[in-house]
T-cell receptor, first 116, second 113 residues
Framework: NAGVMQNPRHLVRRRGQEARLRCSPM?????VYWYRQLPEEGLKFMVY????????ESGMPKERFSAEFPKEGPSILRIQQVVRGDSAAYFC??????????????FGPGTRLTVT | DQQVKQNSPSLSVQEGRISILNCDYT??????FLWYKKYPAEGPTFLIS?????DKNEDGRFTVFLNKSAKHLSLHIVPSQPGDSAVYFC????????????FGTGTRLKVLA
């Protein structure tokens, strides 16, 4: 049973370029979460998605960032016109549908974005 | 506003001894708490969790204690092993069906052989 997969593991972009980060959830999980970790900080929630539906994007910067989880294929976090401050580790997590019982989110290995 | 705080950025413990990692929270609506372990260049790995209806949960060498009145939880590792050396994150959420985890800044544990 494969875990959460993210690619690429490392991504280097110049200022002004676009970054596309991919996440395939664990088998049987239909809910995906994106978190960002800046150096020396904890993980910060960005967005929560189900298939074809954004449930909560309250942690996403208002501009340049977008996320999707299409019916087929991985979830994608897209950052347009990257700036140096976007350099961070971006982690994807997945879970079964949040319901009446507590659950754990399972994390992928992360994508380390470096903006030069 | 940091709702989940891990005030010790690092901790060193001798192999075989007990490691105690602490976490404080401010939001009384939190009722589900988790500990994750993270090695460099890897994603966080779930360790153990506790619901607010309990004050203790144990899994092998790992025990989490929750003191709701003090809004404090701790992770005990006994006995500590060199392979436990990692960054430990405390996380909290608002309960069943609430998906947003709030993470602390982490404590780097080093277990000395």
């Amino acid at each position: 049973n494969a875990g959460v997969m993210q690619n690429p593991r490392h991504l280097v972009r110049r200022r002004g370029q676009e970054a596309r980060l991919r996440c395939s959830p664990m088998k049987g999980h239909s809910h995906v979460y994106w978190y960002r970790q800046l150096p020396e900080e904890g993980l910060k929630f960005m967005v929560y998605l189900q298939k074809e539906n954004i449930i909560d994007e309250s942690g996403m910067p208002k501009e340049r960032f977008s996320a999707e989880f299409p019916k087929e294929g991985p979830s994608i976090l897209r950052i347009q016109q990257v700036v140096r401050g976007d350099s961070a580790a971006y982690f994807c997590a997945s879970s079964p549908p949040p319901g009446q019982t507590n659950y754990e989110q399972y994390f992928g290995p992360g994508t380390r974005l470096t903006v030069t | 506003d940091q709702q989940v705080k891990q005030n010790s950025p690092s901790l060193s413990v001798q192999e075989g001894r007990i490691s105690i990692l602490n976490c404080d929270y401010t939001n009384s609506m939190f009722d589900y708490f988790l500990w994750y372990k993270k090695y460099p260049a890897e994603g966080p790995t779930f360790l153990i969790s506790i619901s607010s209806i309990k004050d203790k949960n144990e899994d092998g060498r790992f025990t989490v204690f929750l003191n709701k009145s003090a809004k404090h939880l701790s992770l005990h590792i006994v006995p500590s092993q060199p392979g436990d050396s990692a960054v430990y994150f405390c996380a909290a959420s608002g309960g069943a069906g609430t998906y947003k985890y709030i993470f602390g800044t982490g404590t780097r544990l080093k277990v000395l052989a």
